[in-house]
C-alpha cells in the first residue's frame, strides 16, 4: 500500500521478489517445516536472483543497494516462507560485520562468494550464559603468535553448520568485559571447529540453528575483524541494521496470515453467509491489515535512515518491536478466523503463527527494544 515513494528499480525488484517467492519458495515451504530440513539448493537459486547480496557494494559482486532494497526483497521472501526469510536475513548480518569493519583484503576474499551466494554467512553470539546480555560471552581467543586459539561453545547460530563463514565473537581479555569483546573469521572445516546439537524448534523449523563447538580451533590473526576489543560494537552495530531485516521477514509472515485469513473469511460459509460479512470478522481483519501496515512504515522509516546515513537504531528497534508484536497478534487471529481447521496443519496459519513466535525473541527481545526506545527518550 505505501510504496508510492519507492524508486522504479526498488519497485521492479520487489515484483521481481515476488514472482520468485511464489514459484519457487512458496511450494516448499510446507515440506521444509514437517521435515525441518534446511534447502541449500533453494538458497542457490535465491543466489542466482542475486538477492543474497543485494547490500553488498558492486566491486565486490554485490547488487549496491541499501537496508530498504533488501528488505523489499526479505519480506517477500518470507511471506512465502519465514524459515527461507529468516536464512537470509541471518547470512546479511554475518556478512554486515564483514562489510562494515573488515579490512580490504578480507573484502576482497570474503564478500564476493558471499554476495554470489556461493558461501553462506553466520553471525555466532549467542552463549548459554550470553543471551540478552551479549557482554556476557565465555568464548575465548588467546593470541599465541600469529594466530588466536579459540575456545568454547555458541548456541542457537541461524545458519549454524551450512555457512562456510562465520563471524564468531570471543573475548580476547575477559578482564576488560564488553571493551575485550573481539570479532573473528572462522571458516567451516577450520580443525578443531565442529558442530553440536541440531535445535529443534517450534517453528521456522526450515531454518537450521546449531550449537557451534571450539576446541583449541587456531585462526589467523588475518581474520581478526577491526581491531581487538572492537567486537561488542561491531556486534551492536550488525544487529541494529539486522533488526532492520528481521522486521521486514517478521512482517512477511504477518502479510501472509492476513492474506490467508481474508480468502478464508470470504469463502467460509457459516448461518448462509460467508463468514467474512459478519461485523466480528470484519473487524478482526481491519485490525491486523492495520497492525501489517502501520509495521511496515516503521520498516521503511528505519531503512530510509540507514540509507542516507542518519542515525537509525531506535528506529530499528521500534520496527522490530513492532513488526513482531503485530505479526503475533495477526497470525493468532488468523488462526482464530479459521476456527478450528485453522488448528490443523491442513492450513497454514497455523505455521504462521508458530513461526511469528521466535521473532518476538531475537535480536533483543522485546522487552529489550522498549528498553533502547525509552533511553533514546531520557537521554
Known amino acids: 500500500m505505501f510504496d508510492y515513494f519507492l524508486t522504479e528499480e526498488q519497485r521492479l525488484l520487489q515484483q521481481t521478489a515476488r514472482r520468485f517467492a511464489e514459484n519457487e519458495v512458496a511450494p516448499q515451504a510446507e515440506e521444509a517445516d514437517e521435515k525441518a530440513e534446511f534447502n541449500r539448493e533453494l538458497f542457490r537459486k535465491i543466489a542466482e536472483m542475486g538477492f543474497m547480496g543485494i547490500n553488498i557494494p558492486e566491486e565486490y559482486d554485490g547488487g549496491g543497494q541499501g537496508s530498504l532494497s ?109 571493551r575485550g569483546m573481539s570479532a573473528l573469521i572462522v571458516e567451516k572445516g577450520t580443525p578443531g571447529f565442529t558442530f553440536g546439537k541440531k535445535e529443534d524448534k517450534m517453528g521456522m523449523r526450515g531454518s537450521v540453528n546449531r550449537e557451534l563447538i571450539f576446541e583449541d580451533c587456531e585462526v589467523p590473526i588475518a581474520h581478526l575483524i577491526g581491531e581487538e576489543g572492537q567486537g561488542f560494537k561491531i556486534a551492536m552495530d550488525a544487529i541494529n541494521t539486522g533488526r532492520i531485516v528481521t522486521a521486514a521477514y517478521t512482517i512477511g509472515v504477518g502479510e501472509a496470515a492476513l492474506e490467508a485469513a481474508t480468502k478464508y473469511a470470504k469463502e467460509r460459509i457459516q448461518f448462509g453467509k460467508p463468514i467474512g460479512e459478519f461485523q466480528g470478522i470484519q473487524f478482526m481483519l481491519a485490525d491486523m491489515k492495520v497492525a501489517v501496515e502501520a509495521a511496515k512504515l516503521f520498516i521503511y522509516q528505519a531503512a530510509y535512515k540507514a540509507d542516507n546515513g542518519l542515525p537509525f537504531a531506535t528506529e530499528a528497534s521500534m520496527a522490530k518491536l513492532v513488526s513482531s508484536d503485530a505479526a503475533m497478534k495477526v497470525t493468532i487471529d488468523a488462526v482464530q478466523i479459521h476456527g478450528g481447521y485453522g488448528y490443523m496443519k491442513d492450513y497454514p496459519v497455523e505455521r504462521y503463527m508458530r513461526d511469528a513466535k521466535i521473532t518476538q525473541i531475537l535480536e533483543g527481545t522485546n522487552q529489550i527494544q522498549r528498553v533502547i526506545i525509552a533511553r533514546s527518550l531520557l537521554k
Open 70 to 178: 533488501t528488505a523489499l526483497v526479505i519480506m517477500e521472501l518470507a511471506k512465502a516462507c519465514g524459515s527461507t526469510g529468516m536464512g537470509v536475513a541471518a547470512h546479511f548480518l554475518g556478512l554486515d560485520a564483514i562489510l562494515h569493519y573488515g579490512t580490504s583484503e578480507q573484502k576482497t576474499h570474503y564478500l564476493p562468494p558471499l554476495a554470489r551466494g556461493e558461501w553462506l554467512c553466520a553471525f555466532a553470539l549467542t552463549e548459554p550464559a550470553a543471551g540478552t546480555d551479549a557482554a556476557a560471552v565465555q568464548t575465548t581467543a588467546q593470541k599465541r603468535g600469529d594466530k588466536y586459539i579459540i575456545n568454547g561453545n555458541k548456541i542457537f547460530i541461524s545458519n549454524g553448520g551450512e555457512a562456510e563463514v562465520n563471524v564468531v565473537f570471543v573475548k580476547t581479555d575477559p578482564s576488560k568485559g564488553s
